[in-house]
């Protein structure tokens, strides 16, 4: 899957207040508002040496209100939504051994934080009503963890949404994203159980090995009576042969 790399490094997350993690599995989020468009959150950095390519490629942010900025406190691996031409993409904001910020904490601690730092993102949402956009991220998200878990070996058990997240004690009290599967029918074992599918090896055809039944007329204790049958049978139009014992 083709991932556009934007590095968020305007963002506290990513300069100061820089945290390392060895990532042990996937929050998965979705916005929570109504704008399904990337730009909206990722913008590449002012001195970033792709800036114009980016932007022609992410869409400009004409509010400013990006997630590249200090003043914001938020910040995840990945985004998934619509990038500037309509079509559904994925934009990377953080290398994937910098915490992000996108869990909060719980009662037990942060699926932000080591130990338990986990790789983050974000889905754009739109009003939750379009089928066809909701297939493309979710197709987009369902690739993007494959694709995370094949690259460290892990089980699509490693994936939790964010409410997920709270439920077990490491993040805040979100309802994302199980509140958007649930209006197309789906939850979060569903969305693991597609992750599988793409990290289960199909398993490849063995063609059949052909067999043959041959079929014995008769035996004889004289050559020419073979001789006699075999004649009979070429003329019949079966391939005869004679075979000594
Ligand atoms: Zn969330």
């Not at 207040?17 to 950095?45: C, D, L």
Request: hydrophobic share 30%; aromatic share 8%.
């Amino acid at each position: 899957m083709k991932i556009i790399e934007c590095m968020h490094t305007q963002s506290r997350c990513y300069g100061k207040k820089r945290q390392a993690i060895k990532p042990v599995g996937i929050v998965v989020h979705s916005t929570g508002a109504n704008n399904s468009s990337i730009k909206r959150y990722s913008q590449p950095s002012d001195n970033d040496p792709r800036r114009s390519e980016l932007l022609s490629l992410i869409g400009v942010n004409k509010y400013g209100n990006h997630w590249n900025r200090s003043a914001t406190s938020k910040a995840v691996h990945y985004f998934v939504g619509k990038l500037a031409d309509g079509t559904v993409g994925v934009v990377q904001n953080l290398p994937e051994d910098i915490a992000a910020w996108g869990s909060g904490k719980g009662k037990n601690g942060s699926y932000n934080y080591e130990p338990t730092g986990h790789i983050q993102f974000e889905i754009c949402e739109d009003n939750l009503k379009n089928k066809e956009y909701f297939d493309a991220v979710y197709r987009a998200a369902v690739e993007l963890c494959a694709d995370i878990c094949r690259r460290y070996g892990w089980k699509s058990s490693v994936i939790v949404s964010h409410r997920e997240a709270h439920a077990k004690g490491y993040a805040s009290n979100h309802s994302d994203i199980d509140h958007w599967l649930l209006k197309f029918g789906l939850t979060m074992n569903d969305f693991r159980s597609e992750v599988d599918k793409l990290l289960t090896p199909k398993k490849e055809e063995t063609p059949k090995e052909e067999k043959l039944y041959r079929v014995q007329v008769g035996a004889y204790s004289k050559r020419e009576n073979a001789e006699e049958m075999k004649a009979k049978l070429i003329s019949d139009g079966y391939p005869a042969i004679i075979k000594e014992d």
